[in-house]
C-alpha cells in the first residue's frame, strides 16, 4: 500500500426507484424492485416489454432549460449525479489548481436514446436513407459523440484536468472509477469526479436484446422480472441511471478532514478473448481480474465481507461469475454473502458498475449487505450464498465488486477501509 | 513505474495511403487523399467533401464470418491491427494471452451500422434488427474484437474524447504496459461516412463547405473555414523497451511524456488549456522545449482554434521556434483516429529525417508560426510533440521521441 | 394451400447472410448432418440466422431450436413443421 492512495469522499446515485443516495439505499435495505412495465413509448412491438425506469423531472434537480435540451437524457444523469458527489463531499474545488481535478464518464451507450429520436425524425421515419440535415437539432453532434457527458461535467464541476469518457461496455463503470483511480495514484490529478451514466431505454436497444434475447420477456410480473441466481431467470431487465463519486488522494482527503467512505484499494480489467457476447462457463479471466484487484489491495479472499456481483440474470453471465468467484476466491466464496442488486434496479448497462460501486460504499457504512431480490429457487449450478430477498446485517469492512461486458471485458474492483492491515 | 514504453509496430489506413508504406509514400510529398464524397450523394448538404479510404476490400484481410457482425470502422481497425503486429514481428497466439492488452479510442461508434439497423427499426419493425447492432456499433467493439481476433486477455481499455482520444489512448495503453503488461495495442480508427454520420458531423460547425480539394481545409491560414472530415487512422504496437530490445524488435521510438487538460467552460473568463497540456507533456517526458524538434498541430481550421493553438505554442515555444505541421490537411481530420495516425507519422518521419508538409496552406501572418508548406522539410526529428483537441474542450499532447 | 418449403438450400443463403461462412467449413457440401458447432457458427450467428427465417417466412422460432448442438437438418424440420402449422 505504499505510494497514493486513492478514496472516495463524496458519491450520488440516480437510480429507478428514487432519485438520490437515501432513496437508492431505502430501496436496496427494503430489498424493493424498481422493475416495471415499459412506459417511456409502446412496448408492444417487442419481446421484453419490462424494464427499470427513473421517473426523472430534470427542472427538479437544477437543470437549466438550456442544459436539459442540449444534453441526452444519459447526459442529464450525469451532471446532476456528479453535482451531487461534489455537494456530498463537501470539497470546495475552486480553492484547488483546476487542471488537478479530473473527469471520467463511463457510458456504455452514450446517448443512445437521443439519436434514436434523432434519426426518427432526420429519416422522416426511416424513409430517407439521405437523412435531412435540415431537421437536425443543433446539438446532434453532442450524441454523435458522448465526450460530450464528459464535458457537460467537466463544466458542471469547474474542472480543467484530464478528462474521458470510458467506454468498456457493461463494464464501463468500474473502468472509468479504475481510470480516474490510476491517474491519482500516478500522481496526474490530486481529485476526480468520476462515474458513469447511461439511459438505454429507447426502442433501438430494446430491439437489438431482443434479438439476441438477452432481455426476459416476462412482462406479465414485471416487478417480479429480474431474478439473478434463481432457476427460472430468463434474462437481463434494461435500466438506466447514474452513480458519480469524489476520488481523492487519502493524505489531502485526511487533511482537510473529509467524511471517507471508503478506499479503492484494488482494481482490475481482463478480456476473454473469445467472443463478444458469449462467455466462456469457466470465469478464467473474470478470475485473473479478481486476482490482479486482490494482491494489489493486498487483501487475502478471506478479507472479503461482501461481493457485489455482476448477476445480470442471464444464465451464462450467473454460471460463469460462479465459477469465477470459486476460482479466484476459493472456499471463501461459499462463505462470503454474495448479491445482486440489478434484481431491484435493474441492469443499466454502463451505468451500473458505478452504481453498484456505490451500494458496494453505502454496505460498508451501514454494515449491511443488500439482497438478491426474486430469488426463490437458486439454479443448482449456482450454490453461493446470494442472500435471498432480505438485506442482512453483516460486518462489511471490505466488498468485492465485479462487472462483465460485451467486448469480453472482465473487471473487478476491491473496496476496504484504508485504516485495515495487509494480508 | 516509470519503464520506457517504445512503439515496435505501425498499422495504419488513412485516405491517402493504406498500409503504413503506402501513407508515408504520399504524405511525405504533400499527396492529398480529400475529394468529392462518393460513398454517397452529398449534393444536399453543406460539406462534401472528405478524406475517404478507396480500394479498402475488407474481405480479403479478414475471416468471411466476421464481415456481417462488423461496421466499417472495426473492419479498418482489424486490419490496421494486423498489420501493425506484422510490422512489430510479434505473433500473438505464441505470447501468453494474459501478458497483451488493447486500448483503443473511438468518437463516434460504428455509425454506418447504426444507420443501417436504425434504417430497418423504423421503416421495417423492431424484429428485422440484427442481432449484432448489440455490440457492433458501440464504442468498444474494436477493442473487443481485436483482442477476440490476437487472443489478447489482458488489461483492455476504450476511451472516448472526441478527437483528443487517439492519444489519449495510447496514454492508458502506456500506463497498462507501465503496470506491467509487456504489449498493448492502442490507437484508434473512426469511419462514420454514412449519410446519418455525416448529418451529425454537419452539426459541430466546424466543417468546411467548399468544394475544391485544394482550398477546404486550410489551417493558420487567413482563408480558414473549417476542417474536412476523414475515416481511418492508425493502430500501434506498445512495448516495454527492454523486453522489446530482448526479443531484437525493431523500435520507432519511445512514448515518453503526456498531458491532458480540458478548457474552462466557455464564458467563464478563465484562459484556455492548451497550452498546461504541452507544458505536462514536456515535463512529463523531462524534455524542454527548446529539444522539440516539431509539432504535429491539431489544426481545426477555425480561426479561433487555430489562434488558441498558435498562442499556446508561441507561449511555450517563442514565435516561429518550432516547425509545426498539419498532415491531416491530406487526410481531412480523422477523429479519434487523428492523433493516432499523427504518431505513427511521427515515427515515419523520425525514420526518414523528414518532416512532411501542411498542404495547400499559406501561413497567416497573425499566428507566428513555422508551418511547413509546401515541401517537405528535411531535418533530423528526434523529439515530437503531437496535439489533438476534442470538441468540448478536450486538450492532449504526446512527446514521442526516437529511442537509438 | 401449399405452404412455402424450407429447403437447404434456404438455409444454406440465410446462414451465409446472417453469419458468413468459415473459410475452412465446405457449406456446399454434405452438412444435413454436421451440427453448427462443427460449422463454426455459434449461438450468435444461429439466433441471427434464426431472426431472418423468423421474419422471412412469418414463423417464431423457440430459442432451443436454435442450439449449436443441433443439425441444419433438424432445424429444417422444424422450420417446415412451423410452416406446415400455418397453413
Given amino acids: 500500500m505504499s505510494g497514493r492512495r486513492v478514496v472516495i469522499t463524496g458519491l450520488e446515485v440516480l437510480a429507478p426507484g428514487g432519485v438520490g443516495t437515501e432513496a437508492f439505499w431505502s430501496l436496496l435495505s427494503e430489498g424493493r424492485t424498481a422493475t416495471r412495465g415499459i412506459t417511456f413509448f409502446d412496448p ?28 441526452d437524457r444519459a447526459g442529464q444523469f450525469a451532471v446532476v449525479a456528479a453535482r451531487g458527489a461534489l455537494a456530498d463531499s463537501g470539497l470546495d474545488l475552486s480553492g484547488l489548481p483546476p487542471h488537478r481535478t479530473g473527469v471520467t464518464v463511463g457510458t456504455a451507450v452514450g446517448a443512445t436514446t ?10 422522416d421515419g426511416g424513409r430517407l436513407n439521405l437523412v435531412d440535415h435540415t431537421y437536425a437539432v443543433p446539438h446532434l453532434y453532442n450524441h454523435f459523440v458522448p465526450s460530450s457527458f464528459a464535458a457537460e461535467v467537466a463544466w458542471a464541476v469547474g474542472a480543467e484536468g484530464a ?19 490510476e491517474l491519482i495514484r500516478e500522481g496526474s490529478a490530486d481529485t476526480m469526479v468520476a462515474g458513469a451514466t447511461d439511459a438505454p431505454i429507447s426502442p433501438i436497444t430494446m430491439a437489438c436484446f431482443d434479438a439476441i434475447r438477452a432481455t426476459t420477456p416476462r412482462h406479465d410480473e414485471p416487478e417480479r422480472a429480474s431474478r439473478p441466481f434463481d432457476g427460472t431467470r430468463n434474462g437481463f431487465v434494461l435500466g438506466e441511471g447514474s452513480a458519480f463519486f469524489v476520488l481523492e488522494e487519502l493524505e489531502s482527503a485526511r487533511r482537510r478532514g473529509a467524511r471517507i467512505y471508503a478506499e479503492i484499494a484494488g482494481y482490475a480489467t481482463r478480456s476473454n478473448a473469445y467472443h463478444m457476447t458469449g462467455l466462456r462457463p469457466d470465469g478464467a479471466e473474470m478470475a485473473e481480474a479478481i486476482r490482479v484487484a486482490l494482491d494489489e489491495a493486498q487483501l487475502a479472499p478471506e478479507r472479503i465481507d461482501y461481493v457485489n456481483a455482476h448477476g445480470s440474470g442471464t444464465k451464462q453471465n450467473d454460471r460463469h461469475e460462479t465459477a469465477a468467484f470459486k476460482k479466484s476466491l476459493g472456499s471463501h466464496a461459499y462463505a462470503t454473502p454474495v448479491s445482486s442488486i440489478k434484481s431491484m434496479v435493474g441492469h443499466s448497462l454502463g451505468a451500473i458498475g458505478a452504481i453498484e460501486i456505490a451500494a458496494s460504499t453505502l454496505a460498508m457504512t451501514h454494515h449491511v449487505v443488500p439482497p438478491t431480490a426474486n430469488l426463490h429457487e437458486p439454479d443448482p449450478e449456482c450454490d453461493l450464498d446470494y442472500v435471498p430477498l432480505t438485506a442482512r446485517e453483516h460486518t ?15 473487471s473487478a474492483m476491491v473496496l476496504a477501509r484504508p485504516e485495515r492491515t495487509a494480508a | 513505474m516509470t519503464a520506457s514504453v517504445v512503439v515496435t509496430g505501425l498499422g495504419v489506413v488513412a485516405p491517402n495511403g493504406l498500409g503504413a508504406d503506402d501513407y508515408w509514400a504520399a504524405t511525405r510529398v504533400g499527396k492529398s487523399g480529400i475529394g468529392r464524397l462518393s460513398r454517397f450523394d452529398p449534393s444536399q448538404y453543406p460539406s462534401r467533401l472528405a478524406g475517404e479510404i478507396h480500394g479498402f476490400r475488407a474481405e480479403e484481410f479478414l475471416p468471411n464470418r466476421l464481415m456481417p457482425q462488423t461496421d466499417r470502422m472495426t473492419r479498418l481497425a482489424l486490419v490496421a491491427a494486423d498489420w501493425a503486429l506484422e510490422d512489430a514481428g510479434v505473433r500473438p497466439q505464441e505470447l501468453p494471452a494474459f501478458d497483451m492488452g488493447v486500448v483503443t479510442s473511438s468518437a463516434s461508434g460504428g455509425f454506418e451500422f447504426g444507420q443501417r439497423e436504425l434504417e430497418r427499426l423504423w421503416s421495417q419493425g423492431s424484429e428485422y434488427v ?37 492519444l489519449d489512448s495510447v496514454a492508458q495503453a502506456r500506463r497498462q504496459v507501465r503496470k506491467g503488461t509487456p504489449l498493448v495495442v492502442s490507437g484508434a480508427v473512426d469511419a462514420s461516412l454514412c449519410p446519418w454520420g455525416w448529418v451529425a458531423q454537419q452539426t459541430s460547425g466546424r466543417l468546411s463547405t467548399g468544394d475544391d480539394p485544394a482550398r477546404a481545409y486550410l489551417p493558420f491560414d487567413a482563408r480558414a473555414a473549417g476542417h474536412v472530415p476523414g475515416e481511418g487512422g492508425a493502430l500501434v504496437i506498445l512495448e516495454r523497451e527492454d523486453l522489446a530490445r530482448a526479443r531484437g524488435a525493431k523500435v520507432y521510438g519511445r512514448i515518453a511524456g503526456y498531458g491532458a487538460t480540458f478548457d474552462p467552460k466557455p464564458g467563464s473568463g478563465r484562459p484556455p488549456a492548451l497550452g498546461k497540456a504541452i507544458e505536462l507533456a514536456l515535463a512529463d517526458a523531462g524534455v524542454d522545449a527548446a529539444d522539440v524538434d516539431v509539432v504535429f498541430a491539431d489544426g481545426a481550421a477555425v480561426p479561433d482554434l487555430d489562434r488558441a493553438e498558435a498562442d499556446a505554442l508561441n507561449e511555450v515555444f517563442g514565435a516561429r521556434r518550432v516547425p509545426v505541421t498539419v498532415p491531416k490537411t ?11 495516425l499523427d504518431l505513427a507519422t511521427v515515427f515515419l518521419a523520425m525514420e526518414e529525417g523528414l518532416v512532411p508538409p501542411t498542404v495547400n496552406v499559406e501561413p497567416a501572418d497573425e499566428y507566428g508560426l513555422d508551418l511547413v508548406v509546401g515541401q517537405p522539410r528535411t531535418t533530423e526529428v528526434r523529439t515530437a510533440l503531437v496535439l489533438a483537441r476534442g470538441q468540448g474542450g478536450f486538450n492532449s499532447a504526446l512527446v514521442a521521441r526516437s529511442a537509438d | 394451400m401449399a405452404h412455402k418449403e424450407f429447403t437447404l438450400d434456404d438455409l444454406r443463403r440465410i446462414l451465409i447472410e446472417a453469419a458468413g461462412a468459415d473459410e475452412a467449413v465446405n457449406l456446399d457440401g454434405d452438412i444435413l448432418d454436421t451440427d453448427f458447432e462443427s460449422l463454426n457458427y455459434e449461438s450468435l450467428a444461429l439466433l441471427e440466422t434464426g431472426g431472418r427465417i423468423e421474419r422471412e417466412y412469418g414463423i417464431s422460432l423457440d430459442e432451443t431450436t436454435l442450439s449449436i448442438t443441433h443439425t441444419p437438418r433438424s432445424l429444417i424440420e422444424t422450420v417446415n413443421g412451423a410452416l406446415a402449422a400455418l397453413v
Fill in chain 2, 330 to 340: 491530406m487526410t481531412g481530420a480523422l477523429y479519434s483516429g487523428a492523433g493516432a
Fill in chain 1, 44 to 71: 408492444s412491438p417487442f419481446r421484453s416489454r419490462v424494464a427499470a425506469e427513473i421517473d426523472f423531472d430534470p427542472d427538479a434537480h437544477g437543470l437549466s432549460p438550456q442544459e436539459s435540451r442540449r444534453m
Fill in chain 1, 114 to 123: 437521443g439519436l434514436d429520436e434523432e434519426y426518427r425524425v432526420v429519416s
Fill in chain 1, 163 to 181: 478528462n474521458a469518457v470510458v467506454s468498456t461496455g457493461c463494464t464501463s463503470g468500474i473502468d472509468s472509477i479504475g481510470y480516474a483511480v
Fill in chain 2, 130 to 166: 440484427s442481432a449484432y447492432q448489440s455490440f457492433a456499433w458501440f464504442y468498444a467493439v474494436n477493442s473487443g474484437q481485436i483482442s477476440i481476433r490476437h487472443g489478447m486477455k489482458g488489461p483492455s481499455g476504450v476511451v472516448v474524447s472526441d478527437q483528443a482520444g487517439g
Fill in chain 1, 396 to 410: 462489511t469492512d471490505a466488498v468485492l465488486t465485479v462487472g462483465s461486458g460485451f467486448g469480453g471485458f472482465q
